[in-house]
């Protein structure tokens, strides 16, 4: 089933730079951290675009947002399109906002048209996707999906001390809906790649089949603080040169893997961070990712015998935790069939491939059926003020959500009810 229908390429660019203003950078960016003040402006907003739009928005215990548009059956489960509206501390204009604002974009399409779909549809702004300053990531799906409970998110706490709990109260998000009991039948998710190969290709649409799997690690290393001038090097205890050669040994560790693993090393803390004293305590973490689960494990065996090996030596303490794991993830084919049948009908070049990043789509596979959609960033640069995705990319990202939200949403009325 094909529709004539066209998004508004200009008024998605707008909302996009529009609301990007809200925790900009100087340098173009957005720092939009999770349950923060301008966390809260941007949901508000949401919520606002959403209600004009004759949508109701409910929000769940972990700040999921939820806007129902009805449709002609309301027999139908929705059909949900959803990303997240939270940044990196210098994250990008495009990251997760795409996804919701290119949802947003559809439902005002269809607005505008009077067109009314079978199911109803559901806009969904997930909470604290990026796990940054609330580790893990993709916490507010992953209540949702039943991977973790309320309680826990509640109790992770930031680099300050402020629990997730108590940030949801400081900003209202907190809602009456107990999560996982807003449903809907399947969910679209548009985000750019955040990855070189769609441009490397010249391709417009990525048909993402399924998600990497992928482990955290947290890491503390334990010395002795001593003066850098009156201690000898060999009756040193140095946790930063400690944490240096496991650093070392995780790239070699993904090396080993090659190409398709990848581990990296992304936030460090050194005390007491002075020039002049030997450093005693270092904690680090580790961010390793694959296709296939069996090959984390070997690599997880590597990180620990090193781990183990460094401890064994006796001048340092290392203490190491697995704080994450995400299995790798296939995505439905039923909604592979329509992204495939969009883009093909938009006529974007496209391709199949496997996400390298983390998305609530993950989490939601679990418990719907589920698909993404890629378009390029310039670079494959994300978590970066620099990311960039064109004018252009952005239009043909949505167009194709709404292709398929509308071509699933026609095979649907023909199942017998
Ligand atoms: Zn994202």
Same mark, same amino acid.
């Given at each position: 089933?094909?529709?004539?229908?066209?998004?508004?390429?200009?008024?998605?660019?707008?909302?996009?730079?529009?609301?990007?203003?809200?925790?900009?950078?100087?340098? &173009? &960016?957005?720092?939009?951290?999770?349950?923060?003040?301008?966390?809260?402006?941007?949901?508000?907003?949401?919520?606002?675009?959403?209600?004009?739009?004759?949508?109701?928005?409910?929000?769940?215990?972990?700040?999921?947002?939820?806007?129902?548009?009805?449709?002609?059956?309301?027999?139908?489960?929705?059909?949900?399109?959803?990303?997240?509206?939270?940044?990196?501390?210098?994250?990008g204009k495009f990251d997760g906002i795409l996804g919701v604002l290119g949802g947003l974009e559809i439902l005002k399409t269809l607005h505008d048209a009077g067109y009314e779909t079978n199911a109803p549809l559901m806009l969904v702004n997930w909470t604290n996707e990026e796990g940054s300053r609330f580790a893990p990531a993709m916490l507010g799906s992953g209540v949702y999906a039943?991977?973790?409970?309320?309680?826990?998110?509640?109790?992770?706490?930031?680099?300050?001390?402020?629990?997730? &709990?108590?940030?949801?109260?400081?900003?209202?998000?907190?809602?009456?809906?107990?999560?996982?009991?807003?449903?809907? &039948?399947?969910?679209?998710?548009?985000?750019?790649?955040?990855?070189?190969?769609?441009?490397?290709?010249?391709?417009?649409?990525?048909?993402v089949e399924g998600v990497q799997g992928m482990r955290w690690y947290e890491i503390s290393v334990t010395g002795r603080e001593a003066h850098t001038g009156s201690t000898p090097m060999p009756m040193r205890r140095d946790a930063l040169v400690g944490a240096a050669r496991l650093i070392d040994r995780i790239e070699a560790i993904a090396l080993e893997h090659a190409p398709s693993a990848v581990g990296s090393v992304g936030l460090i803390e050194v005390q007491p961070n002075s020039r002049n004293v030997?450093?005693?305590?270092?904690?680090?973490?580790?961010?390793?990712?694959?296709?296939?689960?069996?090959?984390?494990?070997?690599?997880?065996?590597?990180?620990?015998?090193?781990?183990?090996?460094?401890?064994?030596?006796?001048?340092?303490?290392?203490?190491?935790?697995?704080?994450?794991?995400?299995?790798?993830?296939?995505?439905?084919?039923?909604?592979?069939?329509?992204?495939?049948?969009?883009?093909?009908?938009?006529?974007?070049?496209?391709?199949?491939?496997?996400?390298?990043?983390g998305h609530d789509a993950a989490y939601i596979a679990r418990v719907a059926p589920t698909a993404m959609i890629f378009v390029p960033c310039a670079g494959g640069l994300s978590h970066n003020e620099e990311e960039s995705t064109s004018f252009s990319e952005c239009a043909a990202g949505a167009q194709v959500l709404l292709g398929a939200v509308l071509d699933y949403d026609g095979r649907g009325a023909e199942r017998p009810s």
């Open positions: 089933m094909t529709s004539n229908l066209r998004i508004d390429a200009q008024r998605l660019w707008d909302s996009l730079m529009d609301t990007a203003r809200i925790g900009g950078t100087p340098k &173009g &960016g957005v720092s939009r951290l999770t349950l923060t003040e301008t966390d809260r402006q941007v949901r508000d907003w949401l919520k606002r675009e959403c209600e004009r739009l004759g949508c109701t928005v409910t929000v769940d215990e972990v700040g999921n947002m939820f806007a129902l548009r009805p449709g002609r059956r309301a027999d139908l489960p929705p059909i949900a399109i959803g990303s997240h509206l939270d940044t990196q501390p210098t994250g039943g991977v973790f409970d309320r309680a826990y998110a509640d109790s992770r706490a930031d680099r300050q001390g402020v629990t997730f &709990g108590e940030a949801i109260e400081a900003i209202g998000y907190r809602g009456d809906a107990k999560a996982g009991s807003v449903t809907f &039948g399947a969910m679209f998710e548009l985000h750019i790649e955040q990855g070189p190969i769609l441009e490397q290709e010249e391709k417009v649409v990525g048909i030997v450093p005693g305590h270092v904690f680090f973490t580790v961010d390793f990712r694959h296709p296939e689960d069996g090959v984390l494990d070997a690599m997880e065996q590597k990180l620990m015998a090193a781990v183990d090996g460094m401890a064994a030596q006796g001048a340092l303490a290392v203490e190491s935790r697995k704080v994450w794991e995400s299995p790798a993830v296939r995505f439905d084919a039923g909604c592979l069939a329509s992204v495939r049948r969009s883009a093909q009908a938009a006529g974007f070049p496209a391709r199949l491939m496997i996400s390298g990043a």
